[in-house]
């Protein structure tokens, strides 16, 4: 998988803040309204649309609009994407391992 650098450093920006992380396991449980979210977190509407914006960026959270409310929930796609970011970056192999980067 041929990963584009920006889009993978939107996805780990998204995950790099406690707000945003506590956002991610309120919606495991399915969509929430942005007024539920507000609710459980101690921070204000603009804090909150701030957090969503990041989120809905890395594709990680999609939000749909409904009357004056939006109502967010994890993507499957963007979760699973992050995943692959995830293990791409992380995963090394034997061979690059063994070898010192100063070695000809």
């Known amino acids: ?9 939107a ?5 790099c803040d406690e707000n945003r992380i506590r956002i991610l396991r309120l919606l495991l449980s399915g969509e929430k309204c942005a ?3 507000l609710e ?5 509407q603009p804090t909150l649309s ?15 609009k409904e009357g004056k ?3 967010y929930s994890i993507s499957s796609e963007g979760a699973e994407d992050a995943g692959k970011y995830l293990h791409e970056l992380t995963n090394v192999t034997c061979a690059d391992s063994l070898k010192s ?3 000809q």
């Open 40 to 44: 459980e977190l101690s921070i204000s």
């Open 69 to 71: 409310w939006m109502h």
């Open 101 to 103: 980067c100063c070695e």
């Open 35 to 37: 007024c539920k979210l």
């Open 50 to 64: 701030h957090h969503m914006k990041i989120l809905c960026d890395s594709g990680v959270v999609v939000g749909r």
């Open 11 to 15: 996805v780990f920006k998204a995950f």
């Open 1 to 9: 998988m041929e990963c584009d650098d920006k889009k993978i450093a």
